[in-house]
């Protein structure tokens, strides 16, 4: 079963645009999610972690465990923004990652 | 920062031979991982390692693969009789003392079967 789904494979937004990776999960325990971001030729690097409730590089995501999902955000998209980000669940067995979302940010 | 590095970057074997791919964790970590990606594909994951023994391992973890802690620093992924399907980007992460941690990836090494 797919535990987590990015519906999206590519995206493409301006500069300056909002932007939302979206990703959902299948799990029925306490949910631990992630994302993590890989830029061109670089290793995978984690993002942020739901439960820091933090924001980083402007990113933000928010578990809502009624909609079963975790979507990324940026108000404003930056060019060094493109990158390909892949969504994860942990749930303290297994580490499932989704099929990743490729966001391009056009100058 | 300290990271996970992973050797070789690149490994080019004949299909049915043995291949040894090489992962230092960070060094306070205790959790270690190897990851599948193939060409394309999402990231899967293979094994957890904790405390010298497998810890937790997917359906793609069968008795072709195996993983060792050789010494103190040194975690590997064994792959015998390789098939032209085991092409694929392998990942190594290790996490801190608690099991939920974030996972720090290596930059991955690219085995390319032919």
């Known amino acids: 079963a797919q535990r987590v789904t990015q519906p999206e494979k590519l995206l493409s937004v301006f500069k300056g645009a909002p932007v939302e990776l979206k990703c959902n999960y299948s799990?029925?325990?306490?949910?631990?999610l992630f994302w993590y971001v890989q830029y061109s030729r670089q290793r995978l690097q984690l993002l942020l972690r739901?439960?820091s409730r933090e924001s980083i590089k402007g990113f933000t995501a928010d578990l809502n465990k009624g909609e079963t999902s975790f979507h990324l955000k940026k108000p404003f998209a930056q060019e060094e923004d493109s990158a390909m980000y892949y969504c994860?669940?942990?749930?303290?067995?297994?580490?499932?990652f989704g099929t990743g979302t490729s966001l391009t940010v056009i100058p | 920062e300290p990271e996970v590095t992973q050797t070789p970057s690149h490994q080019v074997t004949q299909m049915g031979q043995e291949v040894i791919l090489r992962c230092v964790p960070i060094?306070?970590?205790?959790?270690f991982y190897w990851y599948r990606q193939i060409l394309g594909q999402k990231v899967e994951f293979l094994v957890s390692?904790?405390?010298?023994?497998?810890?937790?391992k997917s359906e793609i973890f069968d008795d072709q693969f195996s993983v060792e802690r050789p010494d103190g620093s040194n975690f590997t992924l064994k792959i015998r009789s390789t098939k032209l399907e085991d092409s694929a980007m392998y990942f190594c992460?290790?996490?801190?003392?608690?099991?939920?941690?974030?996972?720090?990836f290596g930059d991955g090494t690219r085995l390319s079967i032919l």
């Open positions: 992460a290790s996490s801190g003392g608690r099991k939920n941690q974030p996972q720090h």
């Open positions: 799990y029925s325990g306490s949910p631990e």
């Open positions: 739901h439960i």
């Open positions: 994860a669940l942990n749930t303290g067995n297994q580490f499932y």
């Open positions: 060094s306070n970590h205790l959790y």
């Open positions: 390692f904790y405390n010298n023994e497998i810890s937790e």
